[in-house]
T-cell receptor, first 113, second 115 residues
Framework: AQSVTQPDIHITVSEGASLELRCNYS??????LFWYVQSPGQGLQLLLK??????LVQGIKGFEAEFKRSQSSFNLRKPSVHWSDAAEYFC???????????FGTGTRLLVSP | DTEVTQTPKHLVMGMTNKKSLKCEQH?????MYWYKQKAKKPPELMFV???????INESVPSRFSPECPNSSLLNLHLHALQPEDSALYLC??????????????FGPGTRLTVL
C-alpha cells in the first residue's frame, strides 16, 4: 500500500526567500505524485504532477518539484516566496490503475514580511 | 477549464434534517469523488463514481448517501447526521482513463455544520 510522509507540520519563510517542502512516499513501483495547495476554507488546487519522464516538473505559480527515486522523495520548491503563497500544501501519491489518492498530512506555510 | 462547482458554500443543519450537497463539472470527466476534510487534516476519500456507477465506498455510514444522476452531476444526501460530521466536504472529478491514476480536480467545498 502507498503512504506519504510530510515531515514538516509547518514552515515559516521570509517573503522573497526560497522554499522547499519535503515529501517522502512509500510505494513498490513508480508512483504518480501530486502537489496540491489549499488556502483556508477553500478547495485543493493542483500545483503540479509527476507521472513519468523528466524528473524535474514545473507547475503553476512558479513552483517546481523533483522526483528522486533513490530517496523516494518528491520535494516542492520555489525560488522566491510571495505572501500569497501562505497556505496548506499537500503531497499525494497514486497507484497506476487505481482511483485512490493517498495524501500526506500537509505542511502549513507561513510567510513573514 | 478545470472548474468543479459545489453548492451550497455553507450549510448548517440539525441532526434530524435532510439536506443535499451538489457538485457539478463540465470537463467531460467520467469519475467523480466525495471527500471529507476535518480541520488541519488531509482529505479523506468517501465515495468514487466511475461512469455513473459507484466504484468505491470507503465504509461510510449510511446517513451519507451519494447519487450520480448523470456524468456531470454528483450529489451527497445527508440525513440524521451527528455533530462530528461537521467538516468541509470536497468534490473532485477526473477523466477516468482507466490505466492511470487520473489527475483529480477539486471544487471549493461545502462547509457543513451539524448542530
Amino acid at each position: 500500500a502507498q503512504s506519504v510522509t510530510q515531515p514538516d507540520i509547518h514552515i515559516t519563510v521570509s517573503e522573497g526567500a526560497s522554499l522547499e517542502l519535503r515529501c517522502n512516499y512509500s510505494y513498490g513501483a513508480t508512483p504518480y505524485l501530486f502537489w496540491y495547495v489549499q488556502s483556508p476554507g477553500q478547495g485543493l488546487q493542483l500545483l503540479l504532477k509527476y507521472f513519468s519522464g523528466d524528473t524535474l516538473v514545473q507547475g503553476i505559480k512558479g513552483f517546481e518539484a523533483e522526483f528522486k527515486r533513490s530517496q523516494s522523495s518528491f520535494n516542492l520548491r520555489k525560488p522566491s516566496v510571495h505572501w500569497s503563497d501562505a497556505a496548506e500544501y499537500f503531497c499525494a501519491v497514486g497507484a497506476p490503475g487505481f482511483q485512490k489518492l493517498v495524501f500526506g498530512t500537509g505542511t502549513r506555510l507561513l510567510v513573514s514580511p | 477549464d478545470t472548474e468543479v462547482t459545489q453548492t451550497p458554500k455553507h450549510l448548517v443543519m440539525g441532526m434530524t434534517n435532510k439536506k443535499s450537497l451538489k457538485c457539478e463539472q463540465h470537463m467531460g470527466h467520467r469519475a467523480m469523488y466525495w471527500y471529507k476534510q476535518k480541520a488541519k487534516k488531509p482529505p479523506e476519500l468517501m465515495f468514487v463514481y466511475s461512469y455513473e456507477k459507484l466504484s468505491i465506498n470507503e465504509s461510510v455510514p449510511s446517513r451519507f448517501s451519494p447519487e450520480c444522476p448523470n456524468s456531470s452531476l454528483l450529489n451527497l444526501h445527508l440525513h440524521a447526521l451527528q455533530p462530528e460530521d461537521s467538516a468541509l466536504y470536497l468534490c473532485a472529478s477526473s477523466q477516468a482513463s482507466g490505466a492511470n491514476t487520473d489527475t483529480q480536480y477539486f471544487g471549493p467545498g461545502t462547509r457543513l455544520t451539524v448542530l
